[in-house]
């Protein structure tokens, strides 16, 4: 492992929304869609490149991307998370990926850089933890990737691959960030009134 191996930020926003009404990327608080917070959550972290996986009204979220960010497509996007994540790891060229979630508004630049801070590498596994609880997002080092794509089916991510895998390293991130997810849009109005209030 070294130091110096940059990152690649890899964002999955390829979903319909169906519980949100729409397509999540496209979803915005405080007048900026959740696919460029996430964006910008990850490269404030120290993520770069940024490559988003996109699926349901691709060409709609495309056309809102900042310059620089590389949008692969998922063909089989509607089977789930797996698909997407499958998709992106097979389009990098990197050693390691920081995956996050569009729906995750409450993740934060402090906690990437967390994740990505001290050495990383080919054989990195850490995934940031909320009270001690496992959650995203997830940096995989590329040894990982091909057993992550095997297991990678439906919406379970590499929630299978991670389970009970000894060589995680957990990431405390409870103090700086909130792990919850954004899937209706009661829950985004709860999430823009808490954000209000800090």
């Known amino acids: 492992m070294t130091d110096r191996t940059t990152v690649t930020g890899l964002l999955l926003a390829a979903g319909a929304g169906r519980r949100m009404g729409g397509p999540k990327a496209l979803v915005g608080i405080d007048g900026e869609p959740l696919v460029r917070r996430a964006l910008r959550v990850l490269a404030d972290g120290g993520c770069a490149p940024l490559v988003v996986v996109l699926g349901a009204a691709a060409d709609e979220v495309r056309a809102v991307l900042p310059a620089g960010v590389r949008a ?22 990197a ?38 609880r496992p959650a995203h997002p997830v940096l995989l080092g590329r040894s990982h990737w091909a057993a992550v794509s095997a297991s990678a089916t439906g919406d379970a991510g590499a929630r299978a691959y991670l389970g009970g895998n000894p060589d995680v390293e957990l990431v405390e991130c409870g103090d700086v960030a909130d792990p919850d997810d954004v899937d209706t849009p009661e829950a985004l109005a709860r999430f823009a009134d808490q954000s209000d209030r800090r």
């Open 95 to 132: 050693d390691t990926a920081l995956v996050h979630l569009v729906d995750l508004p409450g993740v934060t630049a402090e906690a990437v850089a967390r994740l990505v801070a001290g050495p990383v590498g080919p054989r990195t596994l850490r995934r940031a933890a909320y009270d001690g």
């Open 72 to 93: 692969v497509e998922a063909a089989d996007w509607s089977s789930g998370m797996g698909a997407s994540l499958r998709a992106g790891l097979a389009a990098l060229d």
